[in-house]
T-cell receptor, first 111, second 112 residues
Framework: AQSVSQHNHHVILSEAASLELGCNYS??????LFWYVQYPGQHLQLLLK??????LVKGIKGFEAEFIKSKFSFNLRKPSVQWSDTAEYFC?????????FGDGTTLTVKP | ETGVTQSPTHLIKTRGQQVTLRCSSQ?????VSWYQQALGQGPQFIFQ???????GRGNFPPRFSGLQFPNYSSELNVNALELDDSALYLC???????????FGPGTRLTVL
């Protein structure tokens, strides 16, 4: 069965701190991996995606993620967070026309 | 380019009733997927429609059904509503076999 798990339910950081959100996946075959962000009161937006090639992918707003096949991980990183990064972050895998999401990580950035 | 739109924004129903939610796909997209997002959880895949046919389904009972129209817009119908059906229902559109989906703002359904 396909599954995606996110380790941290709620992360609280101060502005300028570095961020790493964990994501592990379990899939039987090829999987494409995504990170989405949901700002308060807004809809899900794509941050970045990995299909193949360079395992380090860069997304919008300074976010990046690294695909580590041996660890079945796709962790999201940002060197220096801002107050405006406060949001919920979802990791997802997509295969055979279906997306499987993790339960999300709520990030609160204190000014 | 018009994004994914959903209606209504909010809806309140009572247990046992039926509900229809609507989604208009992004221009140029022919595939629509529906997700249920319960409070504190990630979106759960309900089903996907392509060329007016169901093209994949998650672990949801038959009382969850859908339609896709020739203009690629879609409806999600839920019969015999239960309290646990209270959730945010998301629609996402994409090109067929494309893994990148674009999400609408969702419909918040409350079942009392």
């Amino acid at each position: 069965a396909q599954s995606v798990s996110q380790h941290n339910h709620h992360v609280i950081l101060s502005e300028a701190a570095s961020l790493e959100l964990g994501c592990n996946y379990s899939y039987g075959g090829t999987v494409n991996l995504f990170w989405y962000v949901q700002y308060p009161g807004q809809h899900l937006q794509l941050l970045l995606k990995y299909f193949s090639g360079d395992p380090l992918v860069k997304g919008i707003k300074g976010f990046e993620a690294e695909f580590i096949k041996s660890k079945f991980s796709f962790n999201l990183r940002k060197p220096s967070v801002q107050w405006s990064d406060t949001a919920e972050y979802f990791c997802a895998g997509h295969n055979a026309g279906k997306s499987t999401f993790g339960d999300g990580t709520t990030l609160t950035v204190k000014p | 380019e018009t994004g994914v739109t959903q209606s209504p924004t909010h809806l309140i129903k009572t247990r046992g009733q039926q509900v229809t939610l609507r989604c208009s796909s992004q221009s140029g997209h022919n595939t629509v997927s529906w997700y249920q997002q319960a409070l504190g959880q990630g979106p759960q895949f309900i089903f996907q429609y392509y060329r007016e046919e169901e093209n994949g389904r998650g672990n949801f009972p038959p009382r969850f059904s859908g339609l896709q129209f020739p203009n690629y817009s879609s409806e999600l119908n839920v019969n015999a509503l239960e309290l646990d059906d209270s959730a945010l229902y998301l629609c996402a559109s994409s090109e067929y076999r494309a893994d990148t989906q674009y999400f609408g703002p969702g419909t918040r359904l409350t079942v009392l």
